[in-house]
C-alpha cells in the first residue's frame, strides 16, 4: 500500500496502545513489589514465631508463647492481603500482555506469536476448504492476527465465524458490536485481563459441561442430605460424651463404624464427580470474572451487546457471575480434603466431601443446563472484543456495505490483510454482476494468487462482520468457493490433478444449489494436464458457471483461456492483468492491477535467473528449427 493513496486514513493507534502499556507496566511493578513486601513481612513473622517457640525451652518459661497468638493472626490476614494482591499482578500482567501483544500486530511482529486456531476451525471448515485455499487458520494466518480469545468457547465461536457467513442483518448486529469495543480500549483489555490463564492457552470447559448437563443423579440424594448433617452432630456430640465429660465411649466407636460404611457406601459416586471438580477453582474464578465483566458493560452501546449481557443478568434470578462464584465456593471447599490433617481427621468426621458435593449437586439441577449458554455468551463476546481489537488496530479497513443490487463484489483499495502493512499494494476491482467471469492474467510470482486470496479474505471478514481490508467495499451476500491451494495425496492415490478436480467438483455441485450467488474463485485451472484439454476443460466450467449465474475470478498464465469470452454473452469477460519489468535476468513487479491480457512471459527469464540455461525466444521466427512453424499457442 503506497503512502500517498492512503493519506487521508486515520493512522494507527500505536501512541495510544504505548501510553497505555506504560501504565500497565506500572500497575505491574507496583503489584509486584507489593507482593514481595508482603511476603518478605510473612516471612519475618514465621522467623519470630519461631524465635517464640525456641525461647521457653532455652529459658525455661512458658510466657513468651502468648505471643504467637497474635503472630498467627496477622500471618492469616496478611495472607488474605498478599492473595489480593497476586490476583491485582495477575489482572495486571494479563493486561500488560494483551497491549504487548496488539503492539505486536501494530508493528508487524505479530507472526508466529499468538494463537493459530488449530483444531478449533476444523468441524466448520466444510467441504470446500476455503479455510485452507484462504490461511484462516494455521501459523500467519487471518485467524492468529485477529484472535485474542482465551475461552474455548470464545476461540470456536471466532473461528465458526470466519468459516460460516452470517446473513445481512446479523452482520449488522455484529459490526455494531464490534464498533463499539473498538472504540473501548479498556474494556477489552478487562475481557482478557478476567480470562487469561498463565498455564494453559485456553479455559477448559468440557468436562464442566458435561457433568452441569449430565443426567445422572445421585441415589438417594434427599436421604443422603440428611446423614450428611445428621451424622457428623451425632459423631461430634458421642465423641464429646465420651472423651471430654466422661461417659461411655461405646457409642462414639458404633458412630465410627456407621461413618465408615457411608464412606465406603458413597465412595464411587463421590470419586466420579470430585474428579471432574477437583482443582477448577481457578478456572470458574475466571469465568465468573470474565461474566461479572460483561454483566458490567454500558447499556445502549449495541443491540447485540445488550441482549448478552441480559442473558447473563438473568432479572430476578439473580446475576450468573454470582452462580459461578458459588460453584467456585463449594469447589474450593472441596479442596481442602487435599490437606493431610484436615483429610484425615475432621473431613472423615464432618463427611465432608459428601456434603460439599451434596451442594454441587444441587447448584447442578438448579443451574447446570444454563451453563453452557453463560459460556457461549462468553464466547460471543470474546469473538466480537477480538475483532474490536482488529478494527481498532486497523482503522485504514472499513465495514462493507450489503447491497442487493450492481455488481456482486467490488472494493477499492483492496489489500491482502496478512502482507504486511507497509509493503501491501492496494488494487481496486469490481467482479461485476450475475454470471460475470474477471479473467487475471499474468507471470508467475506476479500477485495473482495472493490477490484471489485478498477478495476470498475480504468476503470471510464481510460474512463475520469484521471490517475488510479496503477502503470501501460493496458486496451481496455470496456463498464463497474456492479452488487455489490444491494437494494432492500419496495415502489417497490422489494425483494433483485429480485432487484439483474434485475440489472442482465441490465448486460445482454448489453452484447446482439454491441460495445466493456462489462467487468462486480458481487459481490456474486445470494447470495439471496437457494444454488442449486444459484449454477445453477450462472453458466448458467457466461457460458453466457463467451460465447459472456464478460470479468469479479465475488466474492463469495460458493466454488461450481469454478465448472464453468468444463463448459468453458481450461484457461478461473483463480481462486484467499483472504485468512485470525485465531488467536482464532480473524481474521486478509492482502489483498493480491493469486492464486487459497480459503481452509477456518471464518463465524462460526465471529460470536463467536461478541458472538453468535455457534458450530464449521473443518470437515465432526466433524458434530453432525443429520447432519453425509450431504456434506459439498449439490448440
Same mark, same amino acid.
Request: aromatic share 8%.
Given at each position: 500500500?503506497?503512502?500517498?493513496?492512503?493519506?487521508?486514513?486515520?493512522?494507527?493507534?500505536?501512541?495510544?496502545?504505548?501510553?497505555?502499556?506504560?501504565?500497565?507496566?506500572?500497575? &505491574?511493578?507496583?503489584?509486584?513489589?507489593? =507482593?514481595?513486601?508482603?511476603?518478605? +513481612?510473612?516471612?519475618?513473622?514465621?522467623?519470630?514465631?519461631?524465635?517464640?517457640?525456641?525461647?521457653?525451652?532455652?529459658?525455661?518459661?512458658?510466657?513468651?508463647?502468648?505471643?504467637?497468638?497474635?503472630?498467627?493472626?496477622?500471618?492469616?490476614?496478611?495472607?488474605?492481603?498478599?492473595?489480593?494482591?497476586?490476583?491485582?499482578?495477575?489482572?495486571?500482567?494479563?493486561?500488560?500482555?494483551?497491549? !504487548?501483544?496488539? *503492539?505486536?500486530?501494530?508493528?508487524?511482529?505479530?507472526?508466529?506469536?499468538?494463537?493459530?486456531?488449530?483444531?478449533?476451525?476444523? @468441524?466448520?471448515?466444510?467441504? *470446500?476448504?476455503? /479455510?485452507?485455499?484462504?490461511?484462516?487458520?494455521?501459523?500467519?494466518?487471518?485467524?492468529?492476527?485477529?484472535? $485474542?480469545?482465551?475461552?474455548?468457547?470464545?476461540?470456536?465461536?471466532?473461528?465458526?465465524?470466519?468459516?460460516?457467513?452470517?446473513?445481512?442483518?446479523?452482520?449488522? #448486529?455484529?459490526?455494531?458490536?464490534?464498533?463499539?469495543?473498538?472504540?473501548?480500549?479498556?474494556?477489552?483489555?478487562?475481557?482478557?485481563?478476567?480470562?487469561?490463564?498463565?498455564?494453559?492457552?485456553?479455559?477448559?470447559?468440557?468436562?464442566?459441561?458435561?457433568?452441569?448437563?449430565?443426567?445422572?443423579?445421585?441415589?438417594?440424594?434427599?436421604?443422603?442430605?440428611?446423614?450428611?448433617?445428621?451424622?457428623?452432630?451425632? &459423631?461430634?456430640?458421642?465423641?464429646?460424651?465420651?472423651?471430654?465429660?466422661?461417659?461411655?465411649?461405646?457409642?462414639?466407636?458404633?458412630?465410627?463404624?456407621?461413618?465408615?460404611?457411608?464412606?465406603?457406601?458413597? %465412595?464411587?459416586?463421590?470419586?466420579?464427580?470430585?474428579?471432574?471438580?477437583?482443582?477448577?477453582?481457578?478456572?470458574?474464578?475466571?469465568? /465468573?470474572?470474565?461474566?461479572? +465483566?460483561?454483566?458490567?458493560?454500558?447499556?445502549?452501546?449495541?443491540?447485540?451487546?445488550?441482549?448478552?449481557?441480559?442473558?447473563?443478568? %438473568?432479572?430476578?434470578?439473580?446475576?450468573?457471575?454470582?452462580?459461578?462464584? %458459588?460453584?467456585?465456593?463449594?469447589?474450593?471447599?472441596?479442596?481442602?480434603?487435599?490437606?493431610?490433617?484436615? /483429610?484425615?481427621?475432621?473431613?472423615?468426621?464432618?463427611?465432608?466431601?459428601?456434603?460439599?458435593?451434596?451442594?454441587?449437586?444441587?447448584?447442578?439441577?438448579?443451574?447446570?443446563? !444454563?451453563?453452557?449458554?453463560?459460556?457461549?455468551?462468553?464466547?460471543?463476546?470474546?469473538?466480537?472484543?477480538?475483532?474490536?481489537?482488529?478494527?481498532?488496530?486497523?482503522?485504514?479497513? +472499513?465495514?462493507?456495505?450489503?447491497?442487493?443490487?450492481?455488481?456482486?463484489?467490488?472494493? !477499492?483499495?483492496?489489500?491482502?490483510?496478512?502482507?504486511?502493512?507497509?509493503?501491501? =499494494?492496494?488494487?481496486?476491482?469490481?467482479?461485476?454482476?450475475?454470471?460475470?467471469?474477471?479473467?487475471?492474467?499474468?507471470?508467475?510470482?506476479?500477485?495473482? @494468487?495472493?490477490?484471489?486470496?485478498?477478495?476470498?479474505?475480504?468476503?470471510?471478514?464481510?460474512?463475520?462482520?469484521?471490517?475488510?481490508?479496503?477502503?470501501?467495499?460493496?458486496?451481496?451476500?455470496?456463498?464463497?468457493?474456492?479452488?487455489?491451494?490444491?494437494?494432492?495425496?500419496?495415502?489417497?492415490?490422489?494425483?494433483?490433478?485429480?485432487?484439483?478436480?474434485?475440489?472442482?467438483?465441490?465448486?460445482?455441485?454448489?453452484?447446482?444449489?439454491?441460495?445466493?450467488?456462489?462467487?468462486?474463485?480458481?487459481?490456474?485451472?486445470?494447470?495439471?494436464?496437457? @494444454?488442449? #484439454?486444459?484449454?477445453?476443460? /477450462?472453458?466448458?466450467?467457466?461457460?458453466?458457471?457463467?451460465?447459472?449465474?456464478?460470479?468469479?475470478?479465475?488466474?492463469?498464465?495460458?493466454?488461450?483461456?481469454?478465448?472464453?469470452?468468444?463463448?459468453?454473452?458481450?461484457?461478461?469477460? +473483463?480481462? $486484467?492483468?499483472?504485468?512485470?519489468?525485465?531488467?536482464?535476468?532480473?524481474?521486478? &513487479?509492482?502489483?498493480?492491477?491493469?486492464?486487459?491480457?497480459?503481452?509477456?512471459?518471464?518463465?524462460?527469464?526465471?529460470?536463467?535467473?536461478?541458472?538453468?540455461?535455457?534458450?530464449?525466444?521473443?518470437?515465432?521466427?526466433?524458434?530453432?528449427? #525443429?520447432?519453425?512453424?509450431?504456434?506459439?499457442?498449439?490448440?
Amino acid at each position: 500500500m503506497n503512502s500517498q493513496e492512503f493519506e487521508d486514513i486515520p493512522s494507527p493507534p500505536v501512541a495510544e496502545i504505548e501510553a497505555a502499556h506504560h501504565i500497565a507496566q506500572q500497575r &505491574f511493578k507496583t503489584a509486584d513489589r507489593v =507482593v514481595d513486601n508482603l511476603g518478605n +513481612v510473612r516471612l519475618l513473622l514465621v522467623v519470630t514465631g519461631m524465635l517464640l517457640v525456641i525461647m521457653p525451652l532455652y529459658s525455661r518459661n512458658g510466657t513468651p508463647w502468648w505471643g504467637l497468638v497474635p503472630l498467627a493472626v496477622a500471618f492469616l490476614i496478611l495472607g488474605k492481603i498478599q492473595d489480593r494482591w497476586q490476583e491485582r499482578r495477575r489482572v495486571a500482567n494479563a493486561g500488560l500482555q494483551y497491549l !504487548e501483544h496488539s *503492539l505486536a500486530r501494530l508493528r508487524e511482529q505479530w507472526r508466529g506469536s499468538a494463537d493459530t486456531g488449530a483444531g478449533v476451525g476444523q @468441524s466448520w471448515i466444510g467441504g *470446500l476448504h476455503y /479455510a485452507d485455499d484462504l490461511d484462516i487458520f494455521g501459523p500467519s494466518s487471518l485467524y492468529q492476527l485477529i484472535s $485474542t480469545a482465551i475461552t474455548m468457547e470464545g476461540r470456536r465461536t471466532l473461528a465458526r465465524w470466519l468459516c460460516v457467513p452470517a446473513s445481512p442483518t446479523e452482520v449488522v #448486529e455484529r459490526q455494531q458490536a464490534v464498533r463499539a469495543l473498538a472504540a473501548d480500549l479498556k474494556l477489552r483489555q478487562r475481557c482478557f485481563a478476567a480470562a487469561a490463564v498463565d498455564d494453559v492457552q485456553s479455559l477448559p470447559s468440557e468436562a464442566l459441561l458435561e457433568w452441569a448437563e449430565g443426567e445422572e443423579r445421585l441415589p438417594w440424594m434427599p436421604g443422603l442430605s440428611v446423614i450428611g448433617w445428621v451424622l457428623p452432630l451425632l &459423631f461430634l456430640s458421642t465423641f464429646t460424651w465420651g472423651f471430654i465429660v466422661g461417659g461411655p465411649r461405646v457409642p462414639f466407636y458404633g458412630m465410627v463404624v456407621i461413618h465408615g460404611i457411608v464412606l465406603f457406601w458413597t %465412595r464411587k459416586w463421590m470419586a466420579t464427580r470430585i474428579d471432574v471438580l477437583a482443582g477448577p477453582e481457578r478456572v470458574l474464578h475466571r469465568y /465468573a470474572r470474565l461474566i461479572e +465483566v460483561v454483566e458490567q458493560l454500558p447499556k445502549a452501546r449495541a443491540a447485540r451487546l445488550d441482549i448478552l449481557r441480559n442473558q447473563l443478568v %438473568r432479572g430476578s434470578k439473580g446475576p450468573a457471575s454470582k452462580e459461578v462464584q %458459588r460453584l467456585e465456593a463449594w469447589v474450593e471447599m472441596l479442596n481442602a480434603r487435599l490437606n493431610m490433617f484436615f /483429610a484425615l481427621t475432621l473431613g472423615p468426621a464432618l463427611l465432608w466431601e459428601l456434603n460439599v458435593v451434596l451442594r454441587t449437586e444441587a447448584w447442578r439441577l438448579r443451574v447446570g443446563r !444454563e451453563f453452557r449458554l453463560w459460556l457461549e455468551v462468553l464466547g460471543e463476546v470474546e469473538a466480537l472484543a477480538s475483532m474490536g481489537a482488529f478494527a481498532y488496530e486497523r482503522p485504514e479497513y +472499513v465495514f462493507p456495505e450489503w447491497t442487493e443490487d450492481g455488481p456482486v463484489w467490488s472494493a !477499492e483499495k483492496l489489500v491482502h490483510p496478512l502482507i504486511d502493512k507497509r509493503k501491501v =499494494v492496494a488494487n481496486d476491482l469490481s467482479l461485476g454482476e450475475a454470471g460475470a467471469v474477471t479473467l487475471l492474467s499474468g507471470s508467475n510470482m506476479s500477485g495473482k @494468487s495472493t490477490l484471489l486470496r485478498a477478495v476470498g479474505l475480504s468476503v470471510v471478514l464481510a460474512g463475520a462482520g469484521a471490517p475488510v481490508p479496503a477502503r470501501r467495499m460493496r458486496l451481496r451476500s455470496v456463498r464463497l468457493a474456492t479452488s487455489v491451494r490444491v494437494v494432492d495425496s500419496l495415502a489417497q492415490g490422489a494425483s494433483h490433478f485429480y485432487a484439483e478436480l474434485r475440489r472442482l467438483k465441490q465448486v460445482i455441485d454448489l453452484a447446482r444449489t439454491s441460495g445466493p450467488p456462489v462467487l468462486y474463485l480458481l487459481d490456474e485451472l486445470l494447470h495439471g494436464t496437457n @494444454s488442449r #484439454e486444459r484449454y477445453l476443460g /477450462a472453458v466448458s466450467v467457466v461457460k458453466w458457471l457463467s451460465e447459472v449465474g456464478a460470479v468469479g475470478m479465475v488466474t492463469t498464465h495460458d493466454l488461450g483461456l481469454a478465448r472464453v469470452a468468444s463463448f459468453l454473452p458481450k461484457g461478461k469477460v +473483463v480481462n $486484467t492483468h499483472f504485468s512485470d519489468d525485465v531488467s536482464g535476468n532480473g524481474l521486478q &513487479f509492482d502489483y498493480h492491477l491493469r486492464p486487459g491480457l497480459i503481452q509477456t512471459t518471464n518463465a524462460l527469464r526465471m529460470m536463467r535467473a536461478v541458472g538453468i540455461d535455457v534458450q530464449i525466444v521473443d518470437s515465432p521466427d526466433q524458434f530453432p528449427t #525443429e520447432l519453425a512453424g509450431a504456434s506459439p499457442l498449439p490448440f
